[in-house]
């Protein structure tokens, strides 16, 4: 690291030798790519921009404006809402004066709010707008440190008592005032004293488990990794992303934050939260980031536009895109395939596989991520069949993201890839895999016991996943490393593996498999309700909910048919065979954030559900065929219902062990 | 500091100045009488709306309160008494007219224009307020241009204050309903009315559709000081957003006041629970 440390005390040159925080990098940018895009921003109707030189401006100002309000070196500030430029700006005007942002889940509730809040210490809190505001006014006296809570948008505000309250706009203006009268030397001297090694923001991890954790990060962490990624995928200040991830989340930090300053590339802040997919289009990001549940929508929109096509052009789209799946990713990974193929992929892209990636603002995409969760096979290939560069990575928040990713050309649907630069990895002999890179956080906020606990002294973290490395070096996860369980006859349990075979049906949005300690496996299934519907209209199958529509004879029996070819998938490997799936039931309502039984990341929260349905549980292994329950629900405005239904259990043929078949083919 | 649109910037509405202070009365309704043929449909009726108030106007179905809504925005012609807003008193009026003397409203029954998109509804409201002539709508560069560059800006700030942006190019028939009474409301406040009647904005709404809308009249109130009459079936929606309320039964006013004065009037209660006088 010591190639990275600079001279101190001369301000005008900060930024020329190879920045190592993000203050740093700003005024960098500012002087490498002063008129290139920086920032862009759709704003009734209209896409503004900010280049990096007004970026400059717009920050100092901003962050010199905190200064007078009495932020110093070490204080916490919260950063609420979603993708707006200017709580992007809050990350670097909070750490060009040696602060540390925590930015939090606009959407946690009061509650979860609070004790994040309590435990950062915050001691200004950045909100978007009045809702934000108001949830943290709400929590009153329980925020001992809080001092100023500063908004982007007034709507609604301006009546608020403004004694601790203040615009952004006001911020700015003071710091404006600021830099007129006396300069900008103190600031600058400020960023000269920041150094990689220092604190550069703490995540608070979403927390399938107990409470959430904040995990540190330095500068070195965050710089070094985004570095690193640039260099992997060869992206440089002509990218083009768009900010619409959760600003907590580790992946965005990286991506709209990190390697939007490391890089010098330009991130769009789409106009509101449902606007995202007509703002991609505008946009047509070179570089795009998804957990797997955004490709798996957007496949199933266009799945479901395409059976209400006219029949031409059903045709049509049916006929190429089974010739992409043929020859289209042997072409995007660069291949030999034949003239006539080749010819052929041509017309296609022109009439069926252009026009899908403009619909879906793909058509500049230079590469794509998926991470977060295994990606179904069929949807991966789709999308790769289409001459898009999508690939998949596995990452974690304590890693500053980049554990593995594919490198280009070595793309498989069902491995994460090899590590990524600087990064090591090994499996213990219970399949976890560890870890230790430049990334590797520095622990965990207040909680060394924690941080005892996931790093070991000599810098491995363990990820507390069970995975391995295939014949190419190609690592390969199966299931959180605690999840992995045994049958009582002793074969291996992976319910994730399972579960995630399931949920490759369109038809099937979630799926909790159980097993573990008991004699069979057995599910709870969600259905999708943005494809079923479309079937049922179809059909001309009248429902009035959700409840009522998943607990139709014909859904159920086409549930069936799909868990019967996972069974099939299962008794086809050697491993799983014995955990094929003996009785299901489909769900009377959907999983839901709100009622606890996902994560703000939409993953299962298993014990939660083993507790809540306790009832349906001992009715899949006491043999019933039927069960009446009742379950409480929080709707969205935090009133709670209740929704009762009788819920069919349904039994499944075994399947023969065929792995000793298919091994002799 | 750049020349960038923010959001700490609130809208504000561009119509002029009327000279009327906040509680100054915006509207006074005097004795009117309306009747079609032998139907009394209002009798006697007198109140006032004051600038800057939520005043709601309630009542048992068939009691009067649409009828008193398209007396004030010029569609019917009472036989008796006057009307004066702004200090003006009124003549015979047509619905244009009070159109252009700042009065806007919405519908029991929605009424936009289906097949056009959300953004072109919202531009219709602004007719109103477009002043270049056929001649140079129909050559539309230049002038006309200019105007209609105007107009799309408000129109936007509209789209942005009612968090319509997504379905800004949808046709407004392919929306649920909840939607369309949102855009009809934004319709409406594209013209920038002084006075804003609503018409049961919240009928056939659900629970979380009339926490939404009740949110947007109190912003309206709030943030561009519109002045806003509105009828309401729900009683509870009423008595939260209202400043005043004035209750109407078979074509009389029958009680005037505040929320909770009107809560206990025991006319009010009567027409409500249908009590017979005769028994006392």
Known sequence: MNARVQSVGNPASIGNSEPDTFPKYLLHNARRFPSRPAMRHKTYGIWQSWTWSELLNDIRAYSMGLAALGLKKGDKVAIIGQNRPRLYWTFCAVQALGGIPVPVYADSVAEEMVYVLNHAEVKFAICQDQEQVDKVLSMGDELASLQKIIYDEIRGLRDYDHTDLHPIDGVEALGEAEYESNGETLWLEEIAKGKGSDLAAILYTSGTTGRPKGVMLSYDNLAISASNGNAFDHLTEKEETIAYLPLAWVGDHIFSYAQHYTAGYCVCCPESPETVDSDRREIAPTYFFAPPRV???????????????????????????????????????????????????????????GPLKNRMGFTRLKVGYTAGEAIGPEIFRFYRSLGLNLKQLYGQTEASVYITAQPDGEIRADTVGRPSPEVEIRVEDNGEVLYRSPGVFVGYYKNDDATAETKTADGWVHTGD??????????????????????????????????????????????????????????????????????????????????????????????????????????????????????????????????????????VRRSFIAERYGELIDALYDGTTEKYVETEVTFEDGRKGKISATVEIRDMEMHEHSYSKKAAE | MNMHITRSQELRMTRPDDGLNKGDPLLVVDDISLSFGGVKAITDISFDIKKGEIRAIIGPNGAGKTSMLNVINGFYHPQEGTITFRGNKRSRMRPHEAANQGIARTFQNIALFKGMSVLDNLMTGRITLMKRNLFWQSIWRGPAEQEELEHRQ???????????????????????????????????????????????????????????????????????????????????????????????????????????????????????????????
């Open chain 1, 466 to 603: 069970a995975g391995f490395f295939d014949q190419e070096g190609h690592l390969k996860i199966i299931d959180r490393a605690r999840d992995v369980g045994k049958l009582k006859s002793g074969a291996l349990f992976a319910p994730k593996y399972i579960e995630n075979k399931l949920k490759f049906f369109p038809n099937i949005k979630e799926a909790v498999a159980f097993g573990d300690d008991r004699d069979f496996c057995a599910v709870f299934i969600n259905i999708d309700l943005t494809s079923v519907a479309s079937w049922a209209e179809r059909n001309n199958i009248a429902y009035a909910s959700y409840q009522e529509l998943a607990q139709h004879a014909t859904v159920y029996k086409t549930v069936e048919e799909h868990v019967d070819q996972v069974n099939r998938d299962l008794a086809s490997e050697e491993m799983m065979a014995a955990s094929q799936i003996r009785r299901f039931l489909i769900l009377h309502k959907e999983l839901d954030a709100d009622d606890g039984e996902l994560t703000r990341t939409q993953k």
């Open chain 2, 154 to 280: 408000a129109v936007e700030h509209i789209i942005d204050f009612l968090e319509i942006e997504s379905i800004r190019k949808t046709p407004v028939g392919r929306l649920p309903y909840g939607l369309q009474k949102r855009v009809e409301l934004g319709r409406a406040l594209a013209a920038e009315p002084a006075l804003l009647l609503l018409d049961e904005p919240m009928a056939g709404m659900n629970l979380e559709e009339k926490e939404d809308m009740s949110r947007y009249i109190l912003d309206v109130n709030q943030q561009f000081g519109t002045t806003i009459a509105l009828i309401e079936h729900d009683m509870g929606v009423v008595m939260d957003l209202s400043d005043r309320v004035v209750v109407l039964d078979y074509g009389r006013k029958i009680g005037d006041g505040s929320p909770d004065e009107v809560r206990n009037n025991q006319d009010v209660i009567d027409a409500y629970l249908g009590v017979s006088h005769d028994g006392e």
């Open chain 1, 295 to 353: 490709f798996e929508n957007l496949l199933t929109a266009i799945m479901v536009r395409m059976e209400d096509a006219g029949r031409i052009k059903k045709r049509m789209f049916d006929h190429f895109m089974e010739h992409a799946r043929k020859v289209g990713e042997s072409i995007l990974n660069g291949e030999s395939v034949s003239f006539l193929d080749r010819l052929k992929y041509k017309i296609g892209d022109l009439l069926v596989y």
